[in-house]
Every structure is written in structure tokens, then in C-alpha cells.
């Protein structure tokens, strides 16, 4: 609930006289809290397929196995993590065209975006995620990583 | 529903839309928004989990 007040209060900021910086910080927030939520709904659920894994494992590649596709969700959970504290910097550092945020955002959203698809991939709800994707939806573009 | 249910969604809903209210008011005032390295602070509760799973794993399946 607090991220849809959040996207809210986001979408009041873009139709008012705020500047680009702040817009820039709040859908942060947004990110922020959502991934926290996601955070909470997700360690649970891992650690119930763990348990699970661990006793029906008879090998560790048995037990890796399984807790592959959870796994990959806890990575690309930390991976959105850095990715946040990242763009977070980079609106600190904000020039006047704010272009290295700007360069950069797109790579956090498909960061967030990799996140929600292993999510999907596991069955763990993306009820606060979607919610933020959709407040950073304004930020979409061409990610220039190498990965 | 029963009347207690009713009662208790209705107080989630009242709750729900005052900080909404709060958020859009803070918003408008331009007031500083959550800092990431606050809101995120400490490790991820689920790296907290895969950490503690895989030590038990490594446990349970070390090597003979």
C-alpha cells in the first residue's frame, strides 16, 4: 500500500512544477520501498524451498538444482539492490541536464525488470513491483551495458 | 461479511487512504523523498536466507 502511495504522490509530482531531480529521487523511493517489500515477500518463500529442497535433496547438485530457479531470483534481487544504490549516486551527482542519471536509468528498470520475470518464474507475487515499474516506466530506454 | 469484518476493512481503507493523502501532501511540499541507502539498509532478508541455506546445504552434503 505504502508504494501506491508512493507511485501516487509520483505521478502528482510529474503533472506539477517539480524539478527533474526530484522526480528523479521519489520514483528512487518508489523503487526503494518496492523492492524492500519484494524483499519480504520473497525470503519466506525461499527459505520454505530450502527446507523443501534440503529434504528431498540427496546430493548437493540435486539440492543446487532445485533451488536454481529461487536462486536466481535471490540474484537478481541483489543485483535491482545495487542497481538502485547506483542511480541513487548518480542523482546525487546530478548535473544540470542530469544526464548521467538519465544514461543510467534505463539500465535500472531492466534490472527491475529481470527481477520481476524471476519472480514470475518462482510464483512469488509482483504486487509492489509492478507498481514501481510502472512509476520508472518514464525512465525506458536503450541500456548501454555490455551485459 | 460480518460486522467485525466490515468495520475492519473499512479502517484498512481509511488507513490506506490517509497515507495517501500524507504522500501526496509531502510530494507537493517538495519535501526530500526516502533515501535508497536508507530504505535498503543492512542485508536482503532473502540473502540472509540463501546464505544460511547454502551453509546448511554445504553441511548436510559436505564431502566424505
Known amino acids: 500500500m505504502r508504494t501506491a502511495a508512493l507511485a501516487l504522490a509520483l505521478a502528482l509530482l510529474a503533472s506539477g512544477c517539480v524539478s527533474a531531480q526530484q522526480t528523479a529521487r521519489h520514483s528512487l523511493a518508489v523503487a526503494a520501498v518496492a523492492l524492500r517489500e519484494t524483499d519480504e515477500l520473497l525470503a519466506p518463500r525461499y527459505a520454505a524451498a530450502s527446507g523443501e529442497a534440503l529434504g528431498s535433496s540427496q546430493t548437493r547438485a540435486e539440492y543446487d538444482a532445485a533451488m536454481h530457479l529461487w536462486d536466481a531470483a535471490e540474484s537478481a534481487e541483489r543485483a535491482a539492490l545495487l542497481a538502485l544504490l547506483s542511480l541513487e549516486s548518480l542523482a546525487d551527482a546530478w548535473t544540470d541536464a542530469g544526464r548521467g542519471f538519465l544514461a543510467a536509468a534505463p539500465c535500472g528498470l531492466q534490472t527491475l525488470s529481470r527481477l520481476a520475470e524471476a519472480l514470475a518464474v518462482v510464483g512469488v507475487s509482483l504486487g509492489p513491483l509492478s507498481g514501481a515499474l510502472g512509476a520508472l516506466s518514464n525512465y525506458a530506454g536503450t541500456c548501454h551495458d555490455s551485459d | ?64
Open chain 2, 1 to 64: 461479511m460480518t460486522p467485525t469484518e466490515i468495520a475492519r476493512t473499512a479502517l484498512d481503507v481509511v488507513g490506506a487512504l490517509i497515507e495517501v493523502i500524507r504522500a501526496a501532501e509531502e510530494a507537493a511540499r517538495g519535501e526530500d523523498p526516502a533515501r535508497v541507502r536508507e530504505v535498503l539498509s543492512g542485508e536482503l532478508l532473502t540473502s540472509a536466507r540463501r546464505a544460511h541455506a547454502e551453509l546448511e546445504a554445504s553441511l548436510r552434503f559436505r564431502e566424505r
